[in-house]
């Protein structure tokens, strides 16, 4: 009943930036916690970072300082700012959100992921 739409991913050089988008459409009424998490080849998900519906963040420490979480509201959108990519930061990168349905019940839902690719 809840679609998350991942956007952005692609090729791009060390140091690089690149931003990514996540729009979530459907039977909401309202959303509380987005995220999110990355998972590269072989290893386990992640979380990259998360966001409250009242700008709360938190961060893994891995991206602390070069990727900023953000959201808008009024679009059910998240978006990811990452700046000065490094190759360690390949990976598929999803997007979760949970909230509220116009039927009060509660949803989880995820993204189908985006590919961010870094290298030279």
């Known amino acids: 009943q809840v679609q998350l739409v991942e956007s952005g991913g692609r090729l791009v050089q060390p140091g690089g930036s690149l931003r990514l988008s996540c729009t979530a459409s459907?039977?909401?009424?309202?959303?509380?916690?987005m995220r999110w998490d990355r998972q590269a080849p072989g290893n386990q998900r992640e979380l990259v970072a998360t966001i409250t519906s009242g700008g709360d963040t938190t961060y893994a420490d891995s991206v602390k300082g070069r990727f900023t979480i953000s959201r808008d509201n009024a679009k059910n959108t998240v978006y990811l700012q990452m700046n000065s990519l490094k190759p360690e930061d390949t990976a598929v990168y999803y997007c979760?959100?949970?909230?509220?349905?116009?039927?009060?019940?509660?949803?989880?839902?995820w993204g189908q992921g985006t590919q961010v690719t870094v290298s030279s």
């Open positions: 979760d959100a949970t909230g509220t349905l116009l039927s009060r019940r509660g949803f989880r839902s």
């Open positions: 459907g039977s909401i009424f309202s959303i509380n916690t």
